[in-house]
């Protein structure tokens, strides 16, 4: 049922770029409810989760359902691979023009040669992935992404860390539409 879910959402997404529903968001409060939605499940494991986050950073226009479905599968991910004793940092951060919004864990890393391939439609890597992913996850993510006109990236060094960093453009006015007013800080 999962592995439906998944193709169903990633056909979507593929063929419904332009239908988000954007609204203005302060990058703090999503990475709050984002890491108290996770802290359950990080605390069962073991898994220390922290929380990087200045209160002052400039708005993103995001539809916020689907933005925190990919962050959320970030989190998840590193859930996955990350071993008891270690740790998970969200933080986000500006950087040329755009929030990078980051999930750096503690896990077992990727291999060099497969960072390239995570985002491709049922890639999992040789020896590394977890029983029962389907290689749609990351698909899914680079979609809802690149739909809100923004870009993901992996960095891993094996046996030390991996950080997934999703890169929007801070918002402009002209970004959303002239009836959406602006959402109060969190």
Avoid: W
Avoid at 8 to 30: F, K, M, S, V
Avoid at 37 to 63: K, Y
């Amino acid at each position: 049922l999962v592995m439906i879910n998944n193709l169903l959402d990633l056909a979507r997404l593929e063929h419904e770029t332009g239908h988000l529903h954007l609204e203005p968001l302060y990058p703090a409060p999503l990475m709050r409810s984002i890491a108290e939605l996770s802290r359950p499940r990080a605390s069962e494991q073991g898994v220390e989760l922290s929380l990087d986050v200045p209160a002052d950073l400039p708005q993103v226009a995001i539809d916020v359902d689907q933005f925190q479905h990919a962050l959320q599968n970030l989190v998840d991910n590193a859930l996955i691979y990350t071993p008891q004793g270690g740790r998970i940092t969200l933080s986000a951060n500006p950087t040329n023009g755009k929030i990078a919004f980051s999930v750096t864990d503690t896990g077992r890393g990727i291999p060099p040669e497969y960072v390239h391939s995570l985002f491709e439609k049922y890639f999992r890597v040789p020896g590394n992935s977890a029983p029962g992913g389907s290689g749609l996850g990351l698909a899914i993510v680079r979609e809802i992404v690149t739909a809100h006109g923004g870009t993901v990236e992996c960095e891993s060094e094996p046996g030390k860390q991996t950080v997934f960093r999703i890169l929007l453009p801070i918002m402009k006015e002209s970004t959303l539409p002239a009836n959406v007013m602006k959402v109060a800080r969190g």
